[in-house]
């Protein structure tokens, strides 16, 4: 079985003082189940909170990642983070095209490669994101979504580029909704990324890339997602922002 990682995507809440507080009363939680030894544990918090999270994770197996870098390494980009000062900072992963990244600041499927080609130079371990809009759910478009995400945004990296990136199939109409996919919903899409992972870069890189779902995983519903092998962890909002959840959460990989 693959390596699960249960990872807490924070979006922009918490500040350095919260995430300090934060890791003060998760990790005494985690110290008392055999979680870490059995899962990647990743929290992403905004950039601005990633060194108080860095510190506050050391000593720890809790891995902090970004939410978003920029793809060159350095220049005149107001606003924007590279990967390589993400990693000097401490980070050790990356979210990539998330669909809030998609639908409110115009990132495309091209963007996404560059920006996992340039996390990849800087070290970084990249998480990928996928997944269907809500419209493109009602309408059965998912497989073609995901398929041309696939070749936009994934197919483009060489075969080793792609050992080294984690996929998260992320459904639009399930962040944030309290709508689940259902873990057969999710379970079928993983196997479509994963047949179209094994025709660009074959059957050993398919069986070996981890495939997350995200969109409305709380300590109620884990354990569904759990019992299905095609699903390799889970990428958490809204229930990742309260340590109990969250350690409930990562309990069930
Ligand atoms: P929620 O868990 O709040 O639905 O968010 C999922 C998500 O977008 C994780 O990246």
């Known amino acids: 079985m693959r390596r699960r990682i249960m990872a807490a995507n924070w979006k922009m809440y918490k500040n350095a003082a919260q995430t300090t507080n934060y890791f003060e009363q998760f990790k005494p939680l985690l110290a008392n189940s ?65 669909s809030e990244r998609r639908q409110y600041f115009g990132e495309t499927d091209g963007a996404v490669l560059k920006k996992t080609q340039s996390a990849l130079e800087a070290g970084l371990n990249p998480i990928i994101c996928v997944g269907e809009r809500l419209e493109e759910h009602k309408s059965g478009k998912t497989a073609e979504v995901l398929v041309r ?45 994963r047949s179209e992972a094994d025709k660009r870069f074959g059957q050993e890189a398919a069986q070996a890339v981890r495939i997350l779902y995200g969109g409305s995983v709380k300590p109620d519903n884990i354990e569904g997602f759990m019992r299905q092998d095609e699903i390799d962890g889970s990428l958490v909002g809204g229930a990742s922002l309260d340590p109990q959840s969250f350690a409930k959460i990562v309990g069930a990989a």
Not at 57 to 72: K, L
Request: aromatic letters at 8%.
């Open 34 to 98: 055999n979680s870490p030894a059995r899962c990647d544990i990743v929290i992403f918090p905004t950039s601005l909170s990633v060194p108080a999270a860095v510190v506050a994770a050391a000593g720890s197996s809790i891995s902090i990642g970004g939410q978003n870098i920029y793809w060159e390494r350095k220049g005149a980009f107001t606003g924007e983070v590279s990967g390589e000062m993400l990693h000097a900072a401490g980070a050790t992963w990356v979210i990539v095209g998330h």
């Open 149 to 193: 995400q696939f070749a936009g945004g994934i197919a483009g990296l060489t075969e080793e580029q792609f050992s080294k990136v984690a996929i998260a199939y992320e459904p639009v109409w399930a962040i944030g909704t309290g709508q689940s996919a259902t873990p057969h919903i999710a379970a079928d899409a993983h196997r479509l990324i």
